[in-house]
C-alpha cells in the first residue's frame, strides 16, 4: 500500500482557495487517490477520488499530474464549516486494507 | 435513508469485562471495517470483512474478535478489555469496490 504524505495543518480564511497536497510516491497503477473530511467526534466522510487529471465534484477539485506521485485537494471559497482534518488515501478497490495517514488539520478563519 | 449504526455510542467498562460493540448497515454493502482513532495516532484499522463469513486482520487486531455472519452486521469483540484499548471506535461499509466507505458515529470506550 502506498504510503501518502500530507502536511500537518494548514491556516486559511473564509471566501479563499485552500490546496492540499498530498505525496504518494510509491503510488501503484492501479491505486486511486481518495479524500475524506472529518470533524471531530465523527466518522470520516468521502470528499472525492480520482485516478488521473482533474475530477470536480460540488465541494471539492482533485487534481493529480501526470506522474500520479502527488495530488492536490481544492476547496474553493473555504467557510469556517471548512474546518477540519483532511486525509488523502492511495489504494486500489480490491486492496482490502485501507491505512490511512496522519491527516492535514484545516483551520479557517474570519 | 441508508445509514450506519453502532451500540453503544459510549461505554465505560472495567479491565477484563468482555464487551461486544455492534455495527450495522442497511447499504447491502459487502465491506465492512473497524478502526479506532486515538490523539496523535490517527485512523488504524483494527480488522475488515469483505464479504460474510470472510474476515481479515487491519494493522492493529490484537485484542480483537469480530464475526460476519450476516451482511448487514459486523460487531466488533474485546474478550478481556485493557485500558489501552480506550479509543474511539467507527464503522465503516463500502461498496464492492468500496473506495467511498461511510462511517458510523463512532463508539467512545473507556477501559478503567
Known amino acids: 500500500l502506498a504510503k501518502t504524505t500530507q502536511p500537518i495543518s494548514m491556516d486559511s480564511y473564509e471566501g479563499q482557495e485552500v490546496n492540499i497536497t498530498c505525496s504518494h510516491n510509491n503510488i501503484a497503477t492501479n491505486d486511486y487517490i481518495t479524500w475524506y473530511q472529518q470533524f471531530p467526534s465523527q466518522g470520516p466522510r468521502f470528499i472525492i477520488q480520482g485516478y488521473k487529471t482533474k475530477v470536480t465534484n460540488e465541494v471539492a477539485s482533485l487534481f493529480i499530474p501526470a506522474d500520479r506521485k502527488s495530488s492536490t485537494l481544492s476547496l474553493p471559497r473555504v467557510s469556517l464549516s471548512d474546518t477540519a482534518v483532511y486525509y488523502c488515501l492511495v489504494g486500489y478497490s480490491s486492496a482490502s486494507k485501507i491505512i490511512f495517514g496522519s491527516g492535514t488539520r484545516l483551520s479557517i478563519r474570519p | 435513508e441508508a445509514q450506519v449504526t453502532q451500540n453503544p455510542r459510549y461505554l465505560i467498562t472495567v479491565t477484563g469485562k468482555k464487551l461486544t460493540v455492534t455495527c450495522s448497515q442497511n447499504?447491502?454493502?459487502?465491506?465492512m471495517s473497524w478502526y479506532r482513532q486515538d490523539p496523535g495516532l490517527g485512523l488504524r484499522q483494527i480488522y475488515y470483512s469483505m464479504n460474510v463469513e470472510v474476515t481479515d486482520k487491519g494493522d492493529v487486531p490484537e485484542g480483537y474478535k469480530v464475526s460476519r455472519k450476516e451482511k448487514r452486521n459486523f460487531p466488533l469483540i474485546l474478550e478481556s478489555p485493557s485500558p489501552n484499548q480506550t479509543s474511539l471506535y467507527f464503522c465503516?461499509?463500502?461498496?464492492?469496490?468500496?473506495?467511498?466507505?461511510?462511517f458510523g458515529p463512532g463508539t467512545r470506550l473507556t477501559v478503567l
Open positions: 447499504m447491502n454493502h459487502e465491506y
Open positions: 465503516a461499509t463500502g461498496d464492492r469496490f468500496h473506495n467511498e466507505q461511510f
